[in-house]
């Protein structure tokens, strides 16, 4: 049995969407938190207790000191918490050391590894912003750099991030370009979104989160700006931020009881996933990002994707075809893209035709979950 060790966010649904890939897999997952949570994702914590083929646990240190010490080496720069991975990575031993996520799980692991007797090797997801974003800043440039001189096998979601490993000095092998956050059931989706074509649809969905890179004030912006165009259409803004929460209250004003504001976490799966298939477009901006799993699940229930060019959304759907890209902080053109999507009928219900064609070919959980396999089970990563 492979024994493998992940280092990542215990409240992600994206590390718990990777790892219950491989239930029906003889492997020993370990999983040591990356950051502080008060919550571990309600998927891993069903792996944990279900008597499935592969098994899952918390490392023992971590299950109740994750947040304390998390905020601890905020200040002391993962002084505690990489002494702790250290001694899981040498009484576990394992095969692998998964690092998904670079800023918070890469600069641990490295650390720890230096402090560790053991060598195992690496393998990296490279999430969203972790190297477009991060390697315009010189602290953060040389930490990536002596991160990727360590990593084996690289995980990116489009060829730009693999472009730039390069330019960082990454000289290990790349695994096939793939969403970070698993696949999806695209024929059960497919079958749903089939019954009501975009051009029927009257509902918007817009991304509100406000992080770091995330413009979700600046998408309200877009929809205050088209307001007075779109009074047929009702919209919900999830994943919002305090500045995005804000900002709604404006448009509630005008916009009444068609506007719904959810909160980060607020909306499960399930309400995510319903609210795509009534939605004719998805927006969502952002200074930068990876594949938007929020642009994979758009494109697997017929949502037409409105998106910032400085995500690698282009590289999975054919621009102006299959969504349109737009420039981040242009108001103007957002409005205009949302307009085209909007009123031309044709455009929304040929995009979905070729969207769900490609979310079969990339997005489906077996094809993803067959790709994945081959980072754990058929690569000789023990040797």
Known sequence: ???????????????????????????????????????????????????LKSSLKISPWMKCGALPLGVIDLLFNNRFRARLLAKEIDAFNPDLIHIMETQHAGYLTDKALSLASKKPKLALSIWGSDLFWFQRFPKHQSRIRRVLEGVDILVTECKRDQSLARELGYQGKFLE??????????????????????????????????GFVGLGREALKVIEEIEDQIKDFSLTVYSAGLGTLWFSRKLRKSMGNRIHVARKHKLSNLEIEAMFLKSRVALGLS???????????????????????????????????????????????????????????????SAMVRNLEIADIKFSESKVRDMSRILYLDLEISE
């Open 287 to 349: 200074q930068s990002d990876g594949l938007p799993a929020t642009v994979k699940e758009a494109m697997c229930t017929g949502a037409f994707p409105v998106q910032t060019a400085t995500s690698c959304a282009g590289e999975w759907f054919a621009a102006d075809f299959g969504g349109i890209l737009v420039a981040p902080h242009n108001i103007s053109d957002a409005s205009k893209a949302m307009l085209r999507a909007l009123s031309d009928d044709n455009l929304v219900d």
């Open 1 to 51: 049995m492979k024994k493998i060790l992940i280092v990542a966010m215990a409240d992600s649904v994206h590390t718990a969407r990777w790892i219950r890939q491989f239930d029906d897999d003889e492997i020993n997952f370990v999983l040591f938190p990356s950051t502080p949570h008060r919550r571990i994702h309600p998927l891993i914590l069903q792996h944990i207790s279900a008597k």
């Open 177 to 210: 370009l793939m969403p970070a956050t698993g696949g999806l059931d695209t024929s059960r989706l497919r079958s749903i979104a089939l019954v009501n074509r975009p051009s029927a649809r009257k509902h918007i969905a817009v991304k509100g989160y406000s």
